[in-house]
C-alpha cells in the first residue's frame, strides 16, 4: 500500500514552459485534492474532485487545470509557468464516505517545483 | 467567506504543556481537523472534532467549542521531536467536502 504517490519529486522550469504534476492514491478514496504551499502561507487550495469525473476550483486555481483521470489519478497541468509558481506541491485524498474519518487527509511527498 | 486564525510561533520546554490556539469564520462548518508537518515533510493528520468538547489522542488532544467559534490542540510531555508546524483545518459541508488551512503554528521545543 503505497497511499499517495506523487512524481516528480522535483522540477525546475523556464518561464512559459508547461507541464503536468502526477498524483496516484491507492486506498480507493474518493476526493482528491491539489493545495500549493509557500513559506508562510500555508496549504492553499488550488483544485479539488469530490469523485470521479468533477473537478471544483479552490482557493487559487487561477494558472492551473486538473483532470480526474480516473478515481485513483489526480493531474495538475501548468499551461504556462510563471515564477509565482514557485511553491511545493502536495496532492492529498480523503474517502468522503460520510463518517468522522472523511475528514482525515492523506497527503503525498511533494513536489518542489522551481519557475526561472 | 473562510478564514482561520492560528498564532505563527509558539515557544515551549521539554517536558511542559502547550496549548495552540484556532479561531474561525465561516459557513457550512462541518468540523475543525489538525495536522502536523515536519520540515520538508507532508501534512499528517491529528485530530478531528465535530462535536463540542475535547478529544484526547496519547499525549495530543483538541477542543472545539462550536458557540465560540474557537478550538485548540493541546500537546502534552512535550518531546523535541514534537517540533513542527501545527494546522488547523476547517471541514466546509455541502455537496462536496472541502477543507481550508489555516497558515500553521511553528512549535520550538527548548530543552
Known amino acids: 500500500n503505497a497511499g499517495v504517490t506523487q512524481t516528480p519529486k522535483f522540477q525546475v522550469l523556464k518561464t512559459g514552459q508547461s507541464m503536468t504534476l502526477q498524483c496516484a492514491q491507492d486506498?480507493?478514496?474518493?476526493?482528491m485534492y491539489w493545495y500549493r504551499q509557500d513559506p508562510g502561507m500555508g496549504l492553499r487550495l488550488i483544485y479539488y474532485s469530490a469523485s470521479e469525473g468533477t473537478t471544483d476550483k479552490g482557493e487559487v486555481p487561477n494558472g492551473y487545470n486538473v483532470s480526474r483521470l480516473n478515481k485513483r489519478e489526480f493531474s495538475l497541468r501548468l499551461e504556462s509557468a510563471a515564477p509565482s509558481q514557485t511553491s511545493v506541491y502536495f496532492c492529498?485524498?480523503?474517502?468522503?464516505?460520510?463518517?468522522?474519518?472523511?475528514?482525515?487527509?492523506?497527503f503525498g511527498p511533494g513536489t518542489r517545483l522551481t519557475v526561472l | 467567506g473562510q478564514s482561520l486564525e492560528q498564532p505563527s510561533e509558539v515557544t515551549a520546554v521539554e517536558g511542559a504543556i502547550v496549548q495552540i490556539n484556532c479561531t474561525y469564520q465561516?459557513?457550512?462548518?462541518?468540523?475543525l481537523s489538525w495536522y502536523q508537518q515536519h520540515d520538508g515533510g507532508a501534512p499528517t493528520f491529528l485530530s478531528y472534532n465535530a462535536l463540542d468538547g475535547l478529544e484526547e489522542t496519547g499525549r495530543f488532544s483538541s477542543f472545539l467549542s462550536r458557540s465560540d467559534s474557537y478550538g485548540y490542540l493541546l500537546l502534552q510531555e512535550l518531546q523535541m521531536k514534537d517540533s513542527a508546524s501545527y494546522f488547523c483545518a476547517e471541514v466546509s459541508g455541502g455537496r462536496d467536502d472541502k477543507i481550508i488551512f489555516g497558515k500553521g503554528t511553528r512549535l520550538h521545543i527548548l530543552p
Open positions: 465561516t459557513s457550512g462548518f462541518y468540523g
Open positions: 492529498a485524498s480523503s474517502a468522503t464516505t460520510g463518517g468522522t474519518s472523511d475528514y482525515e487527509q492523506f
Open positions: 486506498m480507493n478514496h474518493n476526493s
